[in-house]
């Protein structure tokens, strides 16, 4: 049974950075896809970034292309959000997902575990 666990948001000022990390109890890890969507007050869930299993394709929304990175580290059942330059719009709850498919999608519909959510908000 696949269980995400979120750590790493907070408060950051605009322009700052922050790195989001999720952890998964899986012992299959390589196996899934794993991506991050957002959702932000009064809007619909979207999606931010995903990342094949073994880490070779990614693939990221316009919004935060060039500016976050998805990474994973298999050993350690994780998968990281690094973001940089943040804006005052990236404010939101993430969340990581695991697809269990190798192959990456942007489609939340195709996630099928969830992490609890991590709350960003950028300052002006």
């Not at 269980?3 to 950051?12: D, I, N």
């Not at 990175?69 to 973001?83: E, F, H, P």
């Not at 969340?95 to 192959?103: N, Q, T, V």
């Not at 489609?107 to 002006?124: F, L, N, P």
Request: proline share 2%.
């Amino acid at each position: 049974q696949v269980q995400l666990v979120e750590s790493g948001g907070g408060l950051v000022q605009a322009g700052g950075s922050l790195r989001l990390s999720c952890a998964d109890s899986g012992r299959t890890f390589s196996s899934y896809a794993m991506g991050w969507f957002r959702q932000g007050p009064g809007k619909e869930r979207e999606f931010v970034a995903s990342i094949s299993g073994n880490g070779g394709t990614t693939s990221y929304a316009d919004s935060v292309k060039g500016r976050f990175t998805i990474s994973r580290d298999n050993a350690k059942n994780t998968v990281y959000l690094q973001m940089n330059s943040l804006r005052p719009e990236d404010t939101a709850v993430y969340y990581c997902a695991a697809r269990l498919r190798r192959w990456i999608s942007t489609d939340r519909r195709e996630y099928r575990y969830w992490g609890q959510g991590a709350q960003v908000t950028v300052s002006s």
